[in-house]
Structures are given as C-alpha cells and as structure tokens.
C-alpha cells in the first residue's frame, strides 16, 4: 500500500527527468564537499575575503555574458546538444582547481567552467518542458533535494579529507572527485537525454556565433509574452540577487574565523543542512502548491529575519545547527515556489529565454554583491549578514503588495 502510493507520487520522475536526477545526484554529491570550504581554500591560496569576492564577481560576469545566448540557444537550437557539449567542458575545467598552485588557477578554472554553462538555460527548460503541469511544485522540489539526499554525506567526507590532508590537499581530492562525477554525467546526457524541443535547428559554429547577435532581440520578444505579475515578480526578485553570494561565500569565513568552529567539524554541521532539506522538500512542494507560489515567498523570506539574525549572534554549534535548520527550510520554500511561478506564466516556446533572461537578471544583480559582500566582511566580518537582515524585511513588504498571482492571462498558455 505505502510502495503504491510513493509510486504513484513519483511516477513523473522517467525518461528526461531521470536522467536529470541522477547526474545532477554525481554534480551535487561531489560539489557538497566543495562547498563549505571553497572561499577558506580560496584564502589559503593568497586571496583576501575582497578578493574572494572580486573572483567570485568575474565568474558571474562570466555567466552573464554566456545565459542569454545559451537561452537562445535552447529555443532555437533544441535542449541537448548544447548541454552534452559544455558538461564535458565543465568536467574539464576542474583540472584548474585540481592543481592550482594560487587563486589564479582556481579563478581560470572558474571563468572557463562558467563560460561553460552556458547550457543552463536549456537545462531549465528541459527540466520544465519534462514535467508535469499539476505537480510543479512538487516535482521543482523534488528535483532539487533527492540528488540531496545522496549529498548529506558529502560535507562530512569533505571535513575528514581537509581534517587528514589539510585544507588544500583535502580540496585538491574533492575536485579531483567532481572532475570524474562531472565526466560521467556528461557521458550519461549524452547517451539517454531526449530532445523535448520540436525541431530544432541544427546547432553549428556559424550558428553558434550568430545566436550572440540574435539573441538579445529575441530576449526582448520574449518579454514580451510575459505577464505583468510575472514581470513585477522578477524586477522584486533582483533584491534577492544580494543574498546568495554574500552567504555562498563570507558564511564560511565567518563560521572559521567568528563562530570558531573547527574546519573538519564545519562540514560535518553542513551536512545537517542537507539532511534537513531532504526532509522538508516533499511538505514543502505541497505547501506551494496548495498555499500558492506567493504566499510561499513570504513565509519563506519571514524564516529567513530570525535565521540571519541567529547566525550573526551564533557562537556554538548548537546555535549554529538551528540557524542551519532555519535556511534549509527557507531554501525549500522558495526555490520551487519562484520556479514554478515562472513556468506557470511562461509558454512553452518561450520557457528557455525566459529562464535564461530572468537568471541574467539574478546574476547581474550578484556582480556588485559579490564585491560590496568582501568589502563588508573587511571592515567587519558580521556587516554583509546585516545587509541580508534588511534585504529580507524589504522583500516580505513588497511581495505582500505588490506580487499578483492571478490565472494564466495570455492565450499561448494553453500548450502544456
């Protein structure tokens, strides 16, 4: 009774989806254990907490430049070809960050890895074109947090190779690891990944330069065919932009040098993250999808005031471990929420320049971030977290008045 239902809740998850699933299990399980330590590795190779966030400045910039043509790309050009290509590049690009003997290597390795997802976009839109209309919210959940549940381990693997081989040793062993899991997934989208888009153009380097000049006319049209409420959301949502580089990159630092916890013991914490995630992923994709996709960014964003306050306050691994819980749930919220008010007002046709345009947006929104996040954490390491304290209150007002989430307006909806 209990496998027949789980099956029956699960019975989207075939064909493209799977094989989303599993590779993005390889990328996640390996670069979980990258992540709690990439800005300390970045500092024990020469750079400053300002530099950390000028490198992580020019990599989104790298990724900004790469998005909108990679969403042309995927509209025009169809889904997979781009995404096999630039998975090989991306594994490959890991051999900066395996022998990088300063942060100069690690910066080329990420210049060239995010110049390589440039398939991004047509990943999105393959994962939306794949599933089902009435289980977004379900399945955006799920899609993000079971490849998670085979990460949980991943920070504690990573906390006993920094603990045995030291920050640097240890990190050159994780990247080593997600150079082959990157490999394999790449392999693997190359040989059972399905085209979803209806005949696509073939995609050759004639083809590939000219989407640069294409591509920004056919953003624009794109915007075009968006609603209005989408459109507020999206110009709401850059706010948010602020959020994740600060905390993807000073939080680290500030639990090694503030909290003062131990490095090997900081991944095995992190895990709890993760493990906590995996729990709340499936009530949380119920919760946007009976409670509404707006109703969850403001919970959401509400969770997120009391936790960023806890973590600046934070000074022991009990404290430290509630605040951890705190944003797992947050993230569970509005990740799947924001990605399925996209796709509900976005058509089909257009889903791969719409997701590629409003992640531009994100991204450009990230550059400065990045920047004012390292100049911040110089001149006081609890400042940047402060800022994210005032950003959250902002964001809960102007969703409540201003975001809409009315039918479908616009007739081209009517193809899924």
């Not at 624009?220 to 600060?246: G, Q, S, Y």
């Not at 257009?350 to 929104?365: A, E, K």
Request: glycine share 6%; aromatic share 12%; charged share 15%.
């Amino acid at each position: 009774m209990v496998l027949e239902k789980i099956k029956s809740e699960l019975g989207f998850i075939r064909g493209n989806l799977l094989v989303l699933l599993v590779t993005w299990t390889l990328f996640n399980f390996t670069y979980s254990m990258s992540f709690p330590y990439f800005s300390p590795f970045l500092r024990e190779l020469g750079a400053s907490p300002s530099l950390i966030g000028l490198i992580n400045a020019i990599g989104t910039l790298m990724l900004v430049i790469v998005r909108i043509p990679g969403s042309h790309i995927a509209d025009k050009h169809g889904r997979k070809q781009i995404i096999v290509v630039m998975t090989f590049g991306v594994a490959l690009s890991m051999i900066f960050y395996i022998i990088a003997p300063d942060w100069r290597f690690v910066l080329i390795g990420l210049i060239l890895s995010n110049l390589c997802l440039i398939y991004q976009p047509a990943l999105e839109a393959i994962e939306a074109d794949s599933i089902p209309p009435d289980v977004r919210g379900v399945a955006f959940a799920l899609m993000r947090v079971i490849p998670s549940a085979f990460s949980v381990a991943s920070p504690i693997i990573a906390g006993y190779l920094v603990g045995t081989f030291m920050l640097v040793g240890g990190m050159r062993i994780i990247y080593l690891l997600v150079f082959l899991a990157s490999l394999a997934a790449a392999f693997i989208r190359l040989f059972f990944l399905e085209e979803t888009l209806e005949n696509p153009e073939p995609l050759t380097l004639s083809s590939f330069l000219a989407s640069y000049k294409e591509s920004i006319s056919s953003i624009v049209e794109a915007w075009r065919v968006v609603p209005k409420n989408l459109k507020i959301l999206t110009v709401i949502m850059l706010i948010t932009a602020i959020e994740d580089p600060i905390f993807m990159q000073f939080a680290s630092l500030y639990v090694l040098d503030v909290i003062r916890i131990p490095e090997d013991q900081w991944g095995y914490i992190f895990s709890l993250m993760i493990l906590v995630s995996l729990l709340f992923a499936f009530p949380s994709g119920k919760f946007v999808d009976k409670y509404g996709r707006k109703f969850s960014f403001i919970v959401g964003f509400l969770i997120g005031l009391p936790a960023t306050y806890l973590f600046i306050t934070a000074r022991s691994v009990p404290q430290l471990m509630l605040v951890l819980i705190l944003f797992a749930i947050l993230g569970t919220l509005l990740g799947p929420a924001f990605q399925a008010f996209i796709t509900d007002h976005t058509p089909k046709e257009y889903r791969g320049r719409v997701f590629g345009l409003i992640g531009t947006l994100n991204l450009i929104g990230t550059i400065p971030a990045s920047v004012i996040g390292g100049i911040l954490y110089e001149i006081s390491p609890s400042l940047p977290f402060y800022l994210l304290l005032i950003v959250d209150a902002v964001l809960v007002v102007l969703i409540y008045v201003f975001v809409d989430e009315s039918p479908r307006e616009n007739p081209a909806f009517n193809n899924d």
